[in-house]
């Protein structure tokens, strides 16, 4: 089933370029998972995608909140940050496994922080620094995000 994708980001406008890029082929019921450390590009991507879509206001990492809810073009698009999740009682008390459904869009940083309660990953996207930017190492585990991997070939 896995369909990667590899591309080198060598700066902060490739990463919001790749962002506004990934935007043009999403489709609602997707779970994208971000992998990477601290400082890796995560929040930058789901800005350039934000962007894309029409958002104008701020887009911040939603480390205290966990959940950063935007509706976005036709899109309910969940940012999620777990960098700080700790209590798996919270996940069902916030009512967070209601946003993973086919309407919505989930963008999900430190997933492994959730593992046993997130839904399986239609895309993980790895973000490692390389020299002064970063390599995306993107990775279908399903039909739609294979689909959605072979569009962004696509897409320039």
């Known amino acids: 089933m896995h369909d990667d994708f590899t591309l080198a980001l060598p700066d ?16 609602p019921g997707l779970n994208i998972y971000l992998h990477g450390d601290l400082g890796a590009g995560k929040t930058t991507l789901v800005r350039g995608l934000l962007r894309a879509l029409g958002h104008t206001g701020k887009v911040k990492s939603p480390t205290y909140t966990l959940v950063e809810p935007y509706v976005v073009s036709t899109l309910n698009l969940y940012h999620f940050d777990l960098y700080r999740f700790v209590d798996p009682e919270e996940w069902d008390a916030a009512g967070f496994r209601d946003y993973f459904n086919p309407e919505s869009l989930c963008l999900v940083e430190w997933p492994e922080k959730a593992q046993e309660l997130l839904p399986a990953p239609d895309i993980d996207i790895r973000m490692q620094p390389e020299e ?19 569009k962004l070939k696509s897409v320039s």
């Open 12 to 27: 902060e406008a490739a990463t919001l370029a790749f962002g506004s890029r990934l935007a043009q082929v999403l489709t």
């Open 132 to 150: 002064q930017g970063r390599r995306i190492l993107a990775s279908a585990n399903t039909d739609s995000g294979k689909q959605c991997l072979i």
